[in-house]
């Protein structure tokens, strides 16, 4: 049996991608000042929620990134697929993680996506409302 070779480079999968996503993102984050407290933090338990990036910016402000991938922009592009579900999923689970703070800081909840323009920041993108 012969297997087809892909002719494009990269990750093969989508875990692959989606990890070096993440890394491109960290990446542009840290360049703009903001250090990494955690990444993939998930909740316990079945149906609760994971944030891809859990940054901190240099005014102490702690921020909730999701990062989003996208090939093509067709039906909005990335920042379109974080809806109301998925923005609830994060909004628990930055709950969750804030519970282990002694006193609660600043937050906000960004968005990077990565499309064929390079990475874009959406600083404050929804809210906990």
Not at 47 to 75: A, K, N, W, Y
Request: glycine letters at 10%; a positive charge.
């Amino acid at each position: 049996m012969q297997f087809l070779k892909k002719d494009k480079p990269g990750p093969s999968t989508a875990k692959a991608r989606g990890d070096a996503g993440e890394d491109e993102a960290l990446a542009f984050l840290q360049a703009r000042g903001l250090r990494l407290l955690q990444r993939n933090y998930r909740t316990p338990g079945r149906g609760g929620g994971e944030i891809d990036l859990i940054m901190q910016c240099p005014d102490g402000t702690v921020v909730f990134v999701e990062v989003r991938h996208r090939s093509r922009s067709d039906f909005g592009g990335a920042a379109a697929t974080v809806g109301v579900h998925k923005q609830r999923r994060i909004i628990f689970a930055a709950r969750h993680y804030l519970l282990t703070w002694r006193q609660l800081p600043p937050a906000r909840f960004d968005v990077v996506t990565l499309e064929g323009q390079g990475p874009q920041w959406l600083q404050a993108a929804f809210d906990a409302s």
